[in-house]
Structures are given as C-alpha cells and as structure tokens.
C-alpha cells in the first residue's frame, strides 16, 4: 500500500508532512515512528513549536 497520501500532521503542517515523506522514502520506521520523529523534526524548525507530542495510533480495522 502507497502510504504518502495517508501522511498528514495538524499544527506542524509542512515541516512535519515534508520530514514524513521523506522518512517513508529513506527508512524502514514503521508509521509510528514516522509520525514521533516527524514531529521531533518539525519542532526543531518552527519556533511555536514544542517536543510535547501525544501519538494515538489505530490497529487496522479500527475505526474511530
């Protein structure tokens, strides 16, 4: 499955969709990992931006 369409952040926008892409290109991190280090990333770049992230994830087939 293609995932770069399903990759998106809120508050961070670009930094953190522009560093997710490219770790689901260049690594193996699974989709949680992504997510983390994305927003580590994107926090590092913008100065609004804390290192106080929450990550909920979904098992597949679950629906919210």
């Given amino acids: 499955r ?3 369409s399903d990759v998106c952040s809120s508050d961070l926008g670009a930094y953190a969709q ?3 892409l490219a770790l689901l290109t260049h690594s193996s ?12 990333i994107a ?11 929450t990550v909920e994830t979904l098992e597949v087939g679950q629906r919210g």
């Fill in 18 to 20: 522009a560093a997710a």
């Fill in 2 to 4: 293609d995932w770069s």
């Fill in 43 to 53: 926090g590092e770049l913008c100065i609004y931006t804390n290192q106080h992230h």
């Fill in 29 to 40: 991190l699974d989709a949680e990992a992504i997510v983390r280090q994305s927003l580590t």
